[in-house]
């Protein structure tokens, strides 16, 4: 059976929900915040490989991998070394994130369905890489720490436009530099008013593709035939200008990878991290009652050797 998980921040009404989904066959999910695991949680409180999810024959299971902060299953930590069996409807705590489980298409919570958090409804989702769900986590932290600075965008170097940036704001969407046209950047020193160049934003992020054979694209001194992904850094030669592409949520995510884990205090357990219908005993109130037992009992009991 398919295995879901929606990713959302805990107590964050603002955040987005992101959703996973593995297909049967997988026989283990990795979750943490280093490039190449399953499911990417870009947070500092995240341990570079935080926690595992086994599957053994029809079942699941979740087991922490060490992670400074630990892991939490419906509300009670996991001992390292320790693993615990998953079922529908349970609630993974992680750092500063809550990871829903579901082994059927309906996502729920303990009010029943969940809603989705846009007009799509939730059986349209599309499953999506991971590397392009950590994309869109990074960008919606960087947007909310400052609005506006997270989109991606393009610096002319030289030329009679140095300085201006193009920022590229729209995702899925396409924009044009050239000489002619309604080109979204203008370059007035490209060899030949036909030459351009598309730039293709999606989830995986920006893509230079040519548009005209004239147009003599080079990205980092290599000419590129056809279409290439971007990076942070990369310096585009278009004409006879020179343009460096930045992407804040690559850079993000570079820095999160290589920065130690940030401990955090041990939240208090909540509601949201029980599964639906699940009763739980707290080991304080068994102690207190169990105090009050003995006292009452030492009390009849000294009572009983006073009248006698």
Same mark, same amino acid.
């Given at each position: 059976?398919?295995?879901?998980?929606?990713?959302?921040?805990?107590?964050?009404?603002?955040?987005?929900?992101?959703?996973?989904?593995?297909?049967?066959?997988r026989?283990?999910?990795?979750?943490?915040?280093?490039?190449?695991?399953?499911?990417?949680?870009?947070?500092?409180?995240?341990?570079?490989?935080?926690?595992?999810?086994?599957?053994?024959?029809? #079942?699941?299971?979740?087991?922490?991998?060490? &992670?400074?902060?630990?892991?939490?299953?419906?509300?009670?930590?996991?001992?390292?070394?320790?693993?615990?069996?998953?079922?529908?409807?349970?609630?993974?705590?992680?750092?500063?994130?809550?990871?829903?489980?579901?082994?059927?298409?309906?996502?729920?919570?303990? @009010?029943?369905?969940?809603?989705?958090?846009?007009?799509?409804?939730?059986?349209?989702? @599309?499953?999506?890489?991971?590397?392009?769900l950590?994309?869109?986590?990074?960008?919606?932290?960087?947007?909310?720490? +400052?609005?506006?600075?997270?989109?991606? &965008?393009?610096?002319?170097? #030289?030329?009679?436009?140095?300085?201006?940036?193009?920022?590229?704001?729209?995702?899925?969407?396409?924009?044009?530099? +050239?000489?002619?046209?309604?080109?979204?950047?203008?370059?007035?020193?490209?060899?030949?008013?036909?030459?351009?160049?598309?730039?293709?934003?999606?989830?995986?992020?920006?893509t230079?593709?040519?548009?005209?054979?004239?147009? @003599?694209?080079?990205?980092?001194?290599?000419?590129?035939?056809?279409?290439?992904?971007?990076?942070?850094?990369?310096?585009l030669?278009?004409?006879?200008?020179?343009?460096?592409?930045?992407?804040?949520?690559?850079?993000?995510?570079?820095?999160?990878?290589?920065?130690?884990d940030?401990?955090?205090?041990?939240?208090?357990?909540?509601?949201?991290?029980?599964?639906?219908?699940?009763?739980?005993?707290?080991?304080?109130?068994?102690l207190?009652?169990?105090?009050?037992?003995?006292?009452?009992?030492?009390?009849?009991?000294?009572?009983?050797?006073?009248?006698?």
């Open positions: 059976m398919k295995l879901y998980l929606q990713v959302s921040a805990v107590d964050d009404p603002l955040a987005s929900a992101f959703r996973y989904e593995f297909d049967a066959d026989t283990q999910i990795l979750l943490g915040r280093r490039g190449g695991v399953d499911v990417l949680l870009p947070h500092p409180r995240v341990s570079l490989v935080h926690a595992r999810i086994e599957r053994h024959g029809t #079942d699941y299971f979740l087991a922490d991998e060490g &992670s400074t902060n630990g892991t939490r299953l419906n509300g009670l930590a996991i001992p390292t070394g320790q693993r615990r069996q998953l079922k529908d409807g349970d609630r993974i705590a992680i750092g500063d994130f809550l990871v829903l489980l579901s082994l059927q298409p309906t996502l729920r919570s303990a @009010q029943g369905p969940m809603q989705p958090t846009n007009t799509a409804q939730r059986s349209d989702w @599309q499953p999506e890489a991971s590397s392009s950590a994309r869109r986590m990074a960008f919606e932290v960087l947007e909310r720490l +400052g609005p506006g600075d997270a989109q991606p &965008s393009l610096q002319v170097l #030289d030329g009679p436009q140095s300085g201006v940036v193009l920022v590229l704001a729209e995702p899925n969407r396409t924009f044009v530099l +050239g000489r002619a046209g309604k080109g979204d950047l203008r370059l007035d020193d490209v060899d030949m008013w036909r030459e351009r160049t598309a730039l293709e934003r999606n989830a995986d992020g920006v230079a593709r040519e548009l005209s054979a004239s147009a @003599q694209l080079a990205v980092n001194g290599e000419r590129v035939s056809g279409a290439r992904l971007l990076h942070d850094g990369d310096v030669l278009f004409g006879g200008t020179s343009l460096r592409y930045a992407d804040p949520a690559e850079v993000y995510l570079r820095k999160l990878e290589a920065a130690p940030e401990a955090g205090r041990t939240p208090a357990p909540s509601a949201r991290d029980h599964a639906p219908g699940e009763s739980r005993i707290r080991p304080d109130v068994v207190a009652v169990f105090g009050v037992a003995v006292a009452v009992l030492a009390a009849v009991a000294i009572g009983a050797l006073l009248w006698r």
